[in-house]
Every structure is written in structure tokens, then in C-alpha cells.
């Protein structure tokens, strides 16, 4: 079975064809996300539809089934595009369906890379920034996108095309630390009505206060936006970091994401 090229409103109405005719529920990663990259492929049986978009080099896999039997099935005899990367969102409501959906994945050639967990908040520090807050500007973006990919997992930390972080820089959602004309580290953010999305702070100068600093002016912002609550995604091999997110109020609220890679190359 092949991927053909297809429109994202043709994959919704065989989305909707599969649920109607399913009598017994249905499973799904795709919740109607933003396409990363031009490229819609799709591969459906009767039963089940795969959706993969291109991101940076490889591409991510959306999945649609009213059977876990077949989707098994089309995982397993799909010829990939490239490097395929999927991953499923679960708050371990149904264990054996969590324990079906893993196996498709893992019976189909897939492997499981990593699991994320989601951390929220309705109390953000209440803190000011310090003098050095600075926003990044246009001219920043190809070195923090750079940075991005040296300091994140492309495959599971969802990092931003340089287009979509010229709107971040664009809305003052990159606060950066810059030493002699080059940024050593950034938190990028996004603003999502009355709670934000802390999606990334890296720091690259091997000094631990620069960190801290950087946190400190991401809270003060969000202080002086009245911005009170928030959401992260944290690696959960990642003790330290939670610790330190731990401190700061936030609190695992049971949703995981499971990453699974299968690569071209077999």
C-alpha cells in the first residue's frame, strides 16, 4: 500500500465516513492540528485512515480507525515517505485500549522513542522581570531556530518552522539572553487567550543563573499580561527539570503522549 497525495478536507470526510460506520467507537490521533509542511499524504482502508505531513525531514503520522486490528494491518504494510514519526495522547482511561494501540505500533515496525507528560497551572509566580529582558527580533530567527534543533528532539519537542517563529518573535513570545552580540539562550511562548503555552527555554552558556534568569523574566512577562495559567510538556525521564517546574507550582495532570518512530531505512 502507497501514500497518495490528498487535501486535508478530503481526509476529514473519509475521517467522518470511518466513524459512521463504526459501531463500536473509534481511535484517533488527530484532533485537527496545524499541518506543519505542504505535503498531505494519506492511506485508507474501509476501516481505518493514515495522514502523514511533512515536518523538517521526516514526516508525522495521524491515524483514524474504528478497528485496531486493521490499523495494525495498514502500519505494518504502508510504504513510509521517509523517517515516520506518530504520537498518541492518553489519560489511561482504558488501559487495554492504551495496550492495543501500543502494540499496533510496535507489531507494525514502530518504536517507542519517548513519553511526555503535561504539567499545568492556574498560579504562575507572580514575579517581575529583571533588567535584562530583552525580545527577540527579526533578525534572531535563523540562529534561534537553529538553536532549537540543537537543544530539542525534532521528533517529539513539536519545534516551530522558521515561519511560524517569525510569529512568535512578531507577538514578543521569544524573550532571549544576549552576551556580545549573540543570544545564548531563549524561552519561546505562546498566548492562547488567558493561559500560555510554555513551550521552550533552552540555554546554551553553561552558566545555571542564566537559566534562571530567563525563567524568572518568562514568569515576570507573563505577570505584566495577567497571563495566570499554563501548560508545558516534559519528558518524563526528565527528573531534574520537573523538580525544578515542581517548585514553580506546576503538577502533572495524567495526560501522556507516546512517541513511536519507524524509519524508512528498516
Known amino acids: 500500500m502507497k501514500f497518495k497525495p490528498d487535501t486535508l478536507a478530503s481526509v476529514h470526510e473519509q475521517m467522518a465516513l470511518v466513524k ?3 459501531t463500536g467507537g473509534f481511535f484517533t490521533n488527530y484532533f485537527r492540528q496545524e ?16 495522514l502523514a505531513n511533512d515536518e523538517h525531514d521526516f514526516f508525522r503520522l495521524y491515524f483514524f480507525t474504528n478497528d485496531l ?4 494491518r495498514i502500519l505494518r504494510d504502508v510504504d513510509l515517505p521517509s523517517d515516520v514519526i506518530a504520537g ?11 495496550e492495543n494501540i501500543a502494540a499496533a505500533f510496535q507489531q507494525s515496525g514502530f518504536n517507542p522513542i519517548a513519553t511526555y507528560r503535561r504539567m499545568i497551572t492556574y498560579r504562575l509566580p507572580p514575579q517581575r522581570p529583571n533588567p535584562a529582558l530583552e525580545y527577540a527580533i527579526a533578525a534572531d530567527v535563523d540562529q534561534i531556530y537553529e538553536d532549537l534543533f540543537q ?19 512578531e507577538n514578543q513570545w521569544v524573550i532571549v539572553n544576549r552576551h556580545a552580540g549573540r543570544i545564548l539562550g531563549a524561552v519561546c511562548f505562546q498566548l492562547e487567550g488567558p493561559r500560555v503555552n510554555y513551550n521552550y527555554l533552552y540555554n546554551l552558556s553553561g552558566n545555571g543563573l542564566d537559566f534562571l534568569r530567563l525563567q524568572n523574566n518568562f514568569y ?21 527539570l520537573t523538580a525544578l517546574h515542581e517548585s514553580m507550582g506546576w503538577r502533572f495532570d495524567g495526560l501522556k503522549d507516546y512517541f513511536y518512530l519507524r524509519s524508512s531505512a528498516g
Open 20 to 22: 459512521t460506520q463504526s
Open 88 to 98: 498518541y495522547l492518553t489519560k489511561a482511561a482504558d488501559k487495554a485500549v492504551d
Open 151 to 169: 537543544a530539542f528532539n525534532k521528533y517529539t519537542d513539536h519545534l516551530p518552522t522558521k515561519n511560524r517563529l517569525h510569529g512568535y518573535v
Open 69 to 72: 486490528a486493521d490499523l495494525e
Open 35 to 50: 499541518m506543519v509542511g505542504p505535503q498531505i499524504l494519506t492511506a485508507a482502508t474501509a476501516r481505518s485512515v493514515l
Open 220 to 240: 515576570g512577562v507573563m505577570h505584566q499580561r495577567g497571563i495566570r495559567a499554563g501548560f508545558l510538556w516534559i519528558n518524563q525521564t526528565d527528573a531534574r
